[in-house]
């Protein structure tokens, strides 16, 4: 499970849970400089990164045999450059508002989180984009509770603690000349080499980023994928639509488990 910007795998808490009590190992990644990973103040926050840190860990650290992928947000271009660069090992995915591909469109409040000095103090000295989150990314703010806030807020107390949030925004590869640019092309051409794996689209219809057009964007890549959308849920449907979509996802998983574990037993 891979979050994005500004979460940490405390989003998928009850995935987890739900995950494990339906027999499989779940795995929820914190990324450098998010959750309770380390936080270097002098690191390379980009894609390429953390897709090579992802391969170490499932491939080297963890060896894990086959992997099926539950993406949220940023996790959706890491996750596929991970599952280009190991595709014999990837059984499925689920895609929950993401992109691994370029569109043109930016909120502009994204935008100024981006601009020099500006974006700094915004996201790093006022921990901003955490807050904000908390507000605009969920279509019911007032149902998270205190607990979930503090949740979400905990490994972010401090200005060196939101390093990696500035990163991915600056990250976000607007320009040709972006160095992040190329490495987001690649995986987009090579997503068609992704279409023989099952695939699952759950989607919150009220995201302010990552909108219907993407949606419909996945579509043309994946036409065959099965789509659940959630048309009161934000951009974090996993606390918007928490019952449905991790029902919807665990059966989803137990589906394409069942023949190994049913081979398993006999």
């Not at 984009?129 to 401090?158: H, I, N, Q, W």
């Amino acid at each position: 499970m891979l979050h994005g910007n500004p979460t940490w795998s405390f989003i998928f808490r009850d995935l987890v849970r739900d995950v494990v009590r339906g027999g499989a190992r779940a795995i929820a990644v914190d990324h450098v400089g998010c959750g309770l990973s380390d936080k270097p103040q002098r690191y390379p926050y980009r894609l390429a990164r953390h897709v090579e840190n992802l391969a170490h860990l499932l491939d080297h650290v963890l060896d894990l045999p086959e992997v099926h992928l539950v993406l949220h947000d940023w996790g959706g271009a890491i996750g596929a450059g991970y599952a280009l660069h190991s595709l014999p090992k990837i059984r499925s995915l689920v895609l929950m508002n993401t992109a691994a591909f370029f569109l043109p469109r930016c909120p502009l409040r994204i935008r100024l989180a981006r601009l020099p000095g500006l974006g700094e103090f915004g996201v790093r000295v006022c921990n901003g984009f955490v807050r904000a989150s908390l507000r605009m990314a969920t279509a019911a703010p007032e149902k998270l509770t205190p607990a979930v806030r503090a949740g979400y807020l905990a490994p972010y107390a401090d200005y060196s603690d939101r390093v990696a949030h500035l990163g991915f925004v600056r990250d976000i590869p607007l320009s040709p000349r972006h160095p992040t640019r190329p490495v987001l092309e690649r995986i987009q051409t090579g997503l068609p080499r992704l279409a023989g794996i099952p695939k699952l689209l759950c989607w919150g219809m009220r995201d302010f980023v990552f909108n219907e057009s993407f949606l419909e964007k996945w579509l043309q890549f994946f036409p065959d994928a099965a789509v659940r959308r959630f048309p009161t849920a934000g951009h974090f449907l996993l606390e918007d639509a928490r019952i449905e979509v991790n029902a919807a996802i665990c059966d989803f998983l137990a589906r394409q488990t069942a023949p190994a574990a049913a081979g398993a037993a006999e």
